[in-house]
């Protein structure tokens, strides 16, 4: 079965910077559109942004010129670099990713999520 693993979260300071990845693995027939969404303490989970297979990125305003998804097709992986990390960004982020399995259909998956803290 398809899994999503997270990885590369931990406490950063106020303007440091972290980069998250998210591996895909199992029976995979094809990976299309991936992201990230992240779920602050009381809040609703919210987009960070998103890839196309063909590596087209679009980003949350709030992380616009901060944040940089790319992803490695070759390795099943999607990563998020953060710089310039505030308070706000405090979360638990989320890998998500539409995959065709194989013999299958496409289906939405989600990974276990990491937790962000951005604290001095």
């Known amino acids: 079965q398809v899994q999503l693993v997270e990885s590369g979260g931990g406490l950063v300071q106020p303007g440091g910077s972290l980069r998250l990845s998210c591996a895909a693995s199992?029976?995979?027939?094809?990976?299309?559109?991936m992201g990230w969404y992240r779920q602050a303490p009381g809040k609703q989970r919210e987009l960070v942004g998103t890839?196309?297979?063909?590596?087209?990125?679009n980003y949350a305003d709030s992380v616009k010129g901060r944040f940089t998804i790319s992803r490695l097709n070759v390795k099943k992986t999607v990563y998020l670099q953060m710089n310039s990390l505030n308070a706000e960004d405090t979360a638990v982020y989320y890998c998500?990713?539409?995959?065709?399995?194989?013999?299958?259909?496409?289906?939405?998956?989600w990974g276990q999520g990491t937790q962000v803290i951005v604290s001095s």
């Open positions: 998500n990713a539409d995959i065709r399995e194989a013999g299958g259909t496409n289906k939405d998956y």
């Open positions: 890839i196309t297979r063909g590596g087209s990125a």
């Open positions: 199992g029976s995979i027939f094809s990976i299309f559109d």
